[in-house]
């Protein structure tokens, strides 16, 4: 089981780190729903005067103390609902150093398709009786489903785009389809 758990682990996540630089680099499909801002300048100085550490931040941020009393935290809500419903409401990642070199990205992409596919695969060995392209199905499926655990959420609370979000489904199935093609060969028992 260790064999066939490392080489699914290996060629699934070289696999997934091919596929996902394809997908970022000739397809152009994940920077079309992104926008910029305008006065990106202006904007990156509001940032760094208003946003004291990296982090993540959401505006309007929440006022809740826990020293408030419940009169307090219900007039806090009620403002907050309101501002809410006024906008603008931002989810922003915000890292104030920026980074040295792109190199760490590719690294941790790297790492964390490895650390899928070891799960994947660890999941695929758990199955019995399923063909190759059953198997191709089931990492699919599988990559389709954390991508609805993840991106309908960021979706509906945050407003991350429609297309946005379709982009990001679409990839992460397509991901671990081609990634499939490899792990479903890694030496999985034979269909009954």
Known sequence: MLKPLLRGTILGGLMAFLWSSVSWELFGWHEKPVHSFQNEDEVARVIESHAAESGVYLLPGSPWQTSMTGEQSKTARDELMKK????????????????KSS???????????LAAAFLLSWLLLQTSGLSYWRR?????????????????????????SGTFTAVNLADNALTWIFAGLVMAKAGYRKTA
């Open 84 to 99: 809410m419903q006024n906008g603008p409401i931002v989810f922003a990642a915000i890292q104030r150093n920026g980074v």
């Open 103 to 113: 190199t760490q990205f590719f690294l941790m992409q790297l790492l964390s398709l």
């Open 136 to 160: 191709v199905i089931f990492l699919g499926a599988i990559g389709l489903a954390a991508s609805v655990i993840v991106d309908l959420p960021n979706w509906n609370w945050w407003g991350f």
